[in-house]
């Protein structure tokens, strides 16, 4: 009979069998088995779920104070935030062979972080957002856009660059929903899930440590606070930027240019050898691929194509990228848009920027000319700036420390800095800062992780390295929950003024649906619920929408100021709402009880009646003949 030998198994997860004692006594040291690391990984994903699934329905939005909803998330939120970020370090050690860990741990903390008011609320996140569902209705409602209308409110630019709308009008068919508000609030984890793959693109084009691109990719959740990712132009139009920078970084390397930067011995031990180069033709069939994204970026946004230009042109100062053929598409494609659909806002920008070029005070403000006020505001702008230099040291950090990894990643870091020269240029509404922020991030990140991942895997030991190893055992974990700390009073410590009650939204809607046509609507800012509801009929004049001491004398008699903006025969509503109240304060715009002062002024001025008054807002009517009419004596 042929004896059985036992075949050895090539499973190499499994852990090794115990070593029988010897003879001296002396046994193997014990080892962790090596699925402990996916255990713990899958462990901390399920604990996780449980404590968040657990604290949603105990997130008292409803009642959101001062702070927002900081002091409204329960213990239990907090503490599923903390085991999902020791579940993605832990996971971080097998990331090279099993990087789907890492992968579910980002995918899981994007919905942890922006899925409460997606899952919860019953209104649209941030009140300015439905003047995009209100864009998407006119849309489908009339069949048609009007680029050369001078359109309330400046809505006009929206009209000349549709493509974001048309895609939701499209979308709103294809569901069957009643409008887009229907998923509006679920466009932050459907815009960050795709934007995930990417950055990995991107990232590994430099890089082949696993462990620095999702650590880079976790870095860029929490570090992008600045709520650009909502249903709105910028985030489609911000993910198509993307798109097209992984594609020119992978596949537009021209022949010749790598130099040492495919010599393993000169490149950083993480760093990835430069892309294989790619011939003229291939190049081209690159270009007429791109150009349709590219054509894309300009119907959907008018910022985000002048970042790509500035990045592309930042990339041609490289021998490695130096591809003047797509720089000159993109950038006649962007005039092309310019000069035609976007036409009446470009000649208007075109004049504005000859007062604003080199204001470079002006041009970094944040929002309006306000400052914050009130303590979730006032901690929020704080943690803002916490946040922006934590990245900008962390990043500044591994550029001067890890200068080979900076040598082969310098088209990531030269398109990271591309964008900050418009800060000389143009203050982008009081946004400029943002933007630049936001465009100058996926690089940042990168270089942020290069300064808490240390390049020593597969490289002679050493003390140094060593004594590195240890100090980023502690470092990573450490850094990445201050940056926690300082995404959660970013995103939500304003949150007061981003949730609107239903019954403010009805509210704004009576009223807006009762005015006739051509009517101006008057209100303390565009920040409310349905602001620009028939705005394709309607008129519009934020009043407050300036500086302070201006809305100071406002104050003394707002009945006569408002009055004195109403052209004589034109009908006019005043539409006072919880909304404005909140966000006029905290962003400075009002004194503290300014908005009170207002609605009362108003209320008892004979030149306005009352139409409609309720817990979260008042509906005036402009009478100005009736404060006219004389009285009769009695006697």
């Not at 020119?248 to 050898?273: E, K």
């Not at 934020?542 to 001491?549: G, N, S």
């Amino acid at each position: 009979m042929q004896q059985h030998v036992p075949v050895p198994t090539t499973e190499s997860s499994e852990p090794p069998a115990p070593a029988p004692a010897t003879g001296s006594g002396r046994r193997r040291p014990w080892r962790i088995p090596r699925r402990a690391p996916d255990a713990a990984a899958l462990l901390t994903l399920l604990l996780a779920a449980g404590l968040w699934a657990y604290a949603l329905p105990r997130i008292g939005f409803r009642e959101m104070g001062d702070y927002g909803l900081l002091n409204r998330l329960p213990a239990a939120y907090y503490l599923s935030l903390l085991v999902l970020t020791a579940g993605f370090v832990l996971s971080l050690r097998r990331a090279g062979t099993a990087p789907w860990w890492p992968a579910a741990h980002c995918a899981a903390l994007l919905f942890a972080l922006k899925a409460p008011p997606a899952v919860l609320y019953d209104a649209v996140r941030y009140p300015w957002a439905s003047k995009h569902d209100a864009i998407v209705n006119t849309l489908l409602a009339n069949g048609e856009l009007r680029p050369g209308a001078a359109l309330s409110g400046n809505m006009s630019a929206y009209d000349q660059w549709p493509g974001f709308f048309t895609l939701n009008a499209g979308l709103v068919r294809a569901f069957g929903v009643q409008s887009a508000a229907a998923y509006a609030n679920w466009a932050p984890i459907v815009f960050g899930l795709l934007m995930i793959p990417v950055l990995v693109l991107i990232y590994r084009t430099f890089c082949e440590d696993w462990r620095l691109i999702w650590t880079a990719v976790w870095i860029f959740q929490l570090a992008n606070w600045v709520g650009q990712d909502y249903f709105a132009p910028q985030a489609l139009a911000y993910l198509l930027h993307l798109t097209v920078l992984a594609v020119v970084l992978r596949h537009f390397v021209r022949p010749g240019s790598a130099g040492r930067l495919r010599d393993r011995t000169y490149l950083d031990p993480v760093a990835a050898p430069v892309p294989p180069p790619t011939g003229r033709g291939q190049r081209a069939v690159c270009v007429v691929i791109l150009a349709p994204l590219i054509a894309a970026i300009n119907a959907t946004h008018q910022l985000t194509p002048v970042m790509l230009t500035i990045c592309l042109l930042a990339l041609s100062l490289t021998r490695r990228y130096r591809n003047y053929g797509l720089l000159v598409v993109t950038a006649l494609l962007m005039l092309t848009w310019d000069l035609t659909m976007g036409r009446p806002l470009f000649v208007e920008t075109l004049a504005t920027i000859r007062k604003s070029i080199g204001e470079l005070t002006e041009n970094s403000r944040a929002g309006y000319a306000g400052q914050l006020t009130g303590p979730g505001p006032e901690l929020a702008g704080t943690a803002n700036v916490v946040m922006v230099l934590a990245i900008a040291v962390l990043a500044g950090t591994a550029v001067l420390l890890r200068r080979r990894l900076t040598r082969s990643a310098l088209p990531l870091l030269l398109v990271s800095v591309a964008p900050v020269p418009l800060f000389a240029i143009n203050d982008y509404g009081g946004e400029m800062l943002f933007r630049v922020y936001l465009f100058a991030l996926p690089g940042a990140a990168f270089f942020a992780a290069a300064a808490l991942v240390p390049a020593v895997a597969g490289t002679r030991r050493s003390r140094a390295k060593v004594l590195r190893r240890r100090v980023a055992a502690v470092a990573l974990p450490a850094v990445l929950l201050v940056l926690l700390a300082g995404f959660l009073p970013s995103y939500y410590g304003k949150e007061q003024m981003f949730y609107t009650p239903p019954q403010e939204t009805a509210l704004v809607t009576r009223a807006l649906d009762a005015a006739p046509d051509g009517s101006l609507i008057l209100a303390t800012t565009g920040s409310f619920p349905q602001a620009l509801h028939h705005y394709d009929r309607l008129e519009h004049w934020f009043f407050a929408e300036q500086a302070l001491p201006d809305n100071e004398k406002m104050l003394k008699d707002p009945a006569a100021y408002l009055a004195s903006g109403i052209t004589p025969g034109t009908k006019a509503y005043v539409v006072l709402t919880r909304t404005q109240d909140i966000y006029a304060t905290g962003e400075g715009l009002l004194p503290a009880d300014g908005f009170e002062t207002l609605r009362s002024k108003l209320t008892a001025s004979p030149l306005f009646r009352t139409i409609e008054t309720h817990p979260y807002g008042v509906v005036l009517e402009y009478r100005p003949a009736a404060a006219r009419r004389p009285t009769t004596a009695v006697r």
